[in-house]
């Protein structure tokens, strides 16, 4: 594999007046648990639908290990896995239909599809719900079964917006050790988030973002620098440090007046 996994040049993307992504560029390293961090609205998820092929920018370009998103869209799709923010999912089938469904989409034998289901619900802790249709689960397992669909294929990149939103701790430990096995393989996962204690505990490598723009990126020691906790980095880098969220708000507290 590159020692590479993305690379993003001059990347933009604009909504009406609102730029959304504001002249991106940025090289991401394989074999890395790589974080993209930024407050709500920094362009995150637009950056990373980009990335994957999903929105198409104004201008720029991305390759994933050496392969054109644009110009050589099947190459790699071949070679990532997608767990998007608000994934859709195929309801009314079951847990284990949606990962036969998704690996016989890709190509994948038969059997090896079922063997490897089998091995994901296990280890993801769904097989109790497999038969059970998706549009009964609930956010974590939709999390996990979303998370065994982008694994199934065995995919060099693994892209994830904002995957522990909304799951409950277990599920979120879960998905965790899978993510932790899948990267000390050698293969790569960017993930968004805006928890930074999560990021820091899980990245080796991040990339802060804030108004579009990348404010700064590289291993974990590089971006935090001085600061004792990534969030402190993180508040500096995005000018929110020293803030008084309740200046304004004198009348706050002490019940109705």
């Known amino acids: 594999m590159s020692t590479c996994a993305v690379r993003v040049r001059g990347l933009w993307k604009r909504f009406g007046q609102q730029i959304a992504v504001a002249g991106i560029d940025l090289e991401l390293p394989a074999g890395k648990f790589i974080g993209l961090v930024g407050p709500n609205g920094a362009g995150k998820t637009t950056t990373l639908s980009?990335?994957?092929?999903?929105?198409?920018?104004?201008?720029g370009s991305v390759e994933v290990v050496g392969h054109d998103v644009w110009q050589d869209p099947v190459a790699v799709k071949a070679r990532i896995?997608?767990?998007?923010?608000?994934?859709r999912l195929?309801?009314?089938?079951?847990?284990r239909e949606l990962l036969t469904y998704s690996g016989?989409?890709?190509g994948l034998p038969a059997p090896e599809v079922d063997r490897r289901a089998t091995q994901l619900l296990d280890v993801l802790d769904l097989a109790g719900a497999q038969h059970k249709l998706v549009v009964d689960y609930s956010t974590g397992m939709r999390k996990k079964i979303g998370l065994a669909a982008a694994l199934l294929h065995n995919p060099e990149v693994l892209f994830l917006d904002e995957p522990f939103e909304g799951v409950d701790p277990v599920s979120a430990q879960t998905i965790r050790g899978v993510l932790e096995r899948y990267t000390a393989s050698g293969a790569t996962v960017v993930f968004s988030s805006h928890v930074m204690e999560?990021?820091?505990?899980?990245?080796?490598?991040?990339?802060?973002?804030?108004a579009g723009r990348i404010r700064a990126h590289g291993t974990l020691s590089e971006v935090r620098g001085e600061a004792p906790t990534l969030q402190q980095a993180f508040l500096e880098l995005v000018g929110a440090q020293g803030r008084d969220a309740g200046s304004d708000l004198d009348w706050l507290g002490g019940g109705a007046r």
Request: glycine letters at 10%; a negative charge.
């Open 90 to 95: 195929f309801e009314r089938l079951s847990g």
């Open 198 to 210: 999560l990021v820091e505990s899980l990245c080796d490598w991040v990339a802060v973002m804030a």
């Open 50 to 59: 980009m990335v994957t092929g999903l929105l198409r920018p104004d201008q």
């Open 81 to 87: 896995g997608v767990l998007p923010e608000g994934l």
């Open 104 to 106: 016989r989409l890709r």
